[in-house]
């Protein structure tokens, strides 16, 4: 599925950028190039870091408590 039309970046690049240590729209946006262009797609893109953040704080937040 593509999320930015103008650089044509899937959603499936983005995640892995997120998975891959992006922690802002700029770091998405210099390994994939996505926003880049017309700006259209940003938000779209900050609600899926803000997203896939929310996630791996949870998983960590388990993991802490799991362990300490
Ligand atoms: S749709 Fe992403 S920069 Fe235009």
Excluded: H, P, W
Aim: with cysteine; net charge positive; glycine share 6%.
């Amino acid at each position: 599925m593509i999320i930015c039309s103008c650089k044509g970046v899937t959603k499936k690049e983005i995640l892995s950028a997120i998975k891959n240590g992006a922690q802002s729209i700029t770091d998405i946006q210099i390994k994939t190039k996505a926003s880049t262009g017309c700006g259209r797609c940003k938000n779209v893109i900050i609600s899926m870091l803000e997203k896939e953040q929310t996630k791996i704080f949870n998983k960590n937040s388990q993991l802490r408590i799991k362990f300490d």
